[in-house]
T-cell receptor, first 117, second 112 residues
Framework: AQSVTQPDIHITVSEGASLELRCNYS??????LFWYVQSPGQGLQLLLK??????LVQGIKGFEAEFKRSQSSFNLRKPSVHWSDAAEYFC???????????????FGQGTILTVHP | NAGVTQTPKFQVLKTGQSMTLQCAQD?????MYWYRQDPGMGLRLIYY???????DKGEVPNGYNVSRLNKREFSLRLESAAPSQTSVYFC???????????FGPGTRLLVL
């Protein structure tokens, strides 16, 4: 069964600093990969996704993520964090082929980002 | 386009009561999903519907039932609510099974 690990439960950065949120997955093949963001009391918004092709993926709000097959990782990065980026971030994976698990998203536990002024 | 809508936004139930959470999407998507979110556990899939007329269990289906009423609507029913079902419930939809999922704003459920 697929699984997703976000090793950092809570990260604090200063506004303007760079950010990297870690995501590791366990799956037999290359899955579809996603990052979602959730502001307090809100639903989830898609930041970016990787299906195939270029391993560096650009998303909304200045975020990017890099897929590294050898490390089974899909880390999220932003060069300069803004106070409005404070939220909870979720990495998710989905199988990329048919079968009973196809289309089912498996989420990591989430990383809460706090931004200090 | 409203996207994915959910009702109610918030509900308090007593143990043993029943209720139905409603979800509708206006994006003409084929697949719909129900998740629950608990602190420190991310989101876990309860049930999903790959296409109209089909439903299947997810990771945590016990205590829940679903109905895919039509292409737009996918409801989640708690027949006899338990305190362990206190959670935030999210509905999502995707154009096709395996595609990008878009989420509703959530329903906060408290079972006393």
């Amino acid at each position: 069964a697929q699984s997703v690990t976000q090793p950092d439960i809570h990260i604090t950065v200063s506004e303007g600093a760079s950010l990297e949120l870690r995501c590791n997955y366990s799956y037999g093949a290359t899955p579809y990969l996603f990052w979602y963001v959730q502001s307090p009391g809100q639903g989830l918004q898609l930041l970016l996704k990787y299906f195939s092709g270029d391993t560096l993926v650009q998303g909304i709000k200045g975020f990017e993520a890099e897929f590294k097959r050898s490390q089974s990782s899909f880390n999220l990065r932003k060069p300069s964090v803004h106070w409005s980026d404070a939220a909870e971030y979720f990495c998710a994976v989905s199988p990329n082929a048919g079968g009973t698990s196809y289309g089912k998203l498996t989420f990591g536990q989430g990383t809460i980002l706090t931004v200090h002024p | 386009n409203a996207g994915v809508t959910q009702t109610p936004k918030f509900q308090v139930l007593k143990t043993g009561q029943s209720m139905t959470l409603q979800c509708a999407q206006d994006m003409n998507h084929n697949s719909m999903y129900w998740y629950r979110q608990d602190p420190g556990m991310g989101l876990r899939l309860i049930y999903y519907s790959a296409s109209e007329g089909t439903t299947d269990k997810g990771e945590v289906p016990n205590g829940y039932n679903v109905s895919r009423l039509n292409k737009r609507e996918f409801s989640l029913r708690l027949e006899s609510a338990a305190p362990s079902q206190t959670s935030v419930y999210f509905c999502a939809s995707s154009e096709l099974r395996g595609g990008t999922q878009y989420f509703g704003p959530g329903t906060r459920l408290l079972v006393l």
